[in-house]
């Protein structure tokens, strides 16, 4: 493990020991009503995304602690490789994708871009801008801190913004925008064109939109009892409130006026670096339960730790069945005017 990564777990600690009172409350009742959405509770969108973004500022440091700063589980593309060299595989897969034209000169925009970690490696391999929005504004204060840090500020731009509102930039601003698993598993089948013509209207006409998304695959049954039941038990793994099929995302995005290159599963499985982690999860729920037991983190992290590690039982099984994918490809186009 290198310095950098020390580093992350210990400051993540840090937080997590700081984190004030009503935030940590505010993570309980987020837990609380993921699990009455998932017994069936019909849920509003609004209270949906502030439960993930008060879910979301806390977890975003228990998986630092772990080694999962960027918060998604990528394709095992090269099997020498562990998760953080696996993410790094896949953003370049994701980034080659967009087709820049001139890289040293172009604005990316990064939807949900969590601690704005991807955002630093596409400015890093292009050379040019990536402007970045999360719904937590702790992690969006993460980004901006290493972005000061790297002296990258004038080349990477974070603020909170909410995939279910305008997006508070020009029309025409961006030569590619692009989602790690951060966009799909937040909506609503309805609400799918709203966020599509939204994409539409910030990126420059002949850019593209690229993505490695969790979605179910078209295999996936919900008259089948046992992928249903599957799904329920995954979902905690993804802290996701949705899931779409590639088919309607890409509906919406057609709608939009996009034209859709690529529809694809992803290119490797995830579920060996999922078991990964579970392991290295389980060697690390010792220290979370000494740090509850001096009420540095709230009891219920034990058990959320828990849940996740059931789900990843379940995400490898669902995975192996190929009805969900946890990287599914899209790459869709704005036509040139
Ligand atoms: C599974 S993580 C994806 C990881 C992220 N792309 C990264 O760079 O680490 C999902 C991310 O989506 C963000 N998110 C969820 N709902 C959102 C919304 N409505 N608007 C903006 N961001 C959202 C979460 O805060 C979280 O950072």
Same mark, same amino acid.
């Given at each position: ?29 987020? /837990? ?19 439960? *993930?973004?008060?879910? /979301?500022? *806390? ?8 080694? &999962?700063?960027?918060l998604y589980i990528p394709p095992q593309l090269d099997e020498s490789e562990g998760l953080y060299g696996n993410q790094l595989l896949i953003e370049?897969? &994701? ?104 994409? /539409? ?12 998304? /969790? ?12 992928? *249903? ?24 995005l057609e709608r939009a006026g996009f034209k859709i290159l690529l529809s694809a599963p992803s290119e490797g499985v995830a579920w060996p670096l ?56 899209? *790459? ?6």
């Open positions: 493990m290198n310095w950098y990564r020390i580093k992350t777990s210990f400051i993540a600690m840090k937080q997590l020991a700081k984190l004030p009172k009503e935030d940590k409350q505010a993570s309980i009742d987020a /837990y609380e009503f993921f699990q009455r959405m998932q017994a069936g509770e019909e849920t509003k969108t609004e209270d949906e995304t502030k439960a *993930v973004a008060d879910y /979301y500022k *806390v977890l975003s440091d228990i998986l630092s602690i772990f080694d &999962v700063e960027k370049q897969a &994701v980034l080659k994708k967009m087709n820049l034209e001139n890289p040293g000169k172009s604005h990316l925009l990064d939807m949900g871009c969590g601690r704005g970690r991807i955002s630093h490696h596409f400015a890093t391999l292009t050379g040019g801008q990536v402007s970045g929005y999360n719904i937590d504004s702790h992690q969006i204060e993460s980004a901006i801190d290493w972005a000061r840090e790297c002296e990258m500020s004038d080349r990477l731009h974070f603020k909170v913004g909410n995939h279910h509102e305008p997006l508070e930039y020009e029309s025409g601003t961006f030569d590619g925008c692009y989602s790690f698993g951060a966009v799909w598993p937040f909506f609503k089948k309805e609400e799918l064109d709203d966020h599509a013509r939204e994409m /539409y209207r910030v990126l420059k006409p002949g850019a593209r939109y690229s993505c490695s998304e /969790y979605l179910l695959t078209p295999h996936f049954d919900w008259n089948n009892e046992e992928h *249903v039941t599957l799904h329920k038990a995954f979902l905690p793994l993804l802290a996701a409130t949705h899931s779409m099929y590639p088919a309607d995302v890409c509906a919406a999922c078991n990964q982690k579970r392991d290295l999860v389980s060697m690390g729920r010792r220290v979370v339960r000494a740090l509850e037991a001096i009420r540095v983190l709230p009891p219920w992290v034990e058990e959320s730790l828990d849940l996740l590690q059931k789900s990843g039982e379940a995400w490898t099984a669902a995975e192996k069945a190929k009805i969900a994918d946890l990287n599914w490809r899209i *790459v869709a186009e704005k036509p040139l005017a």
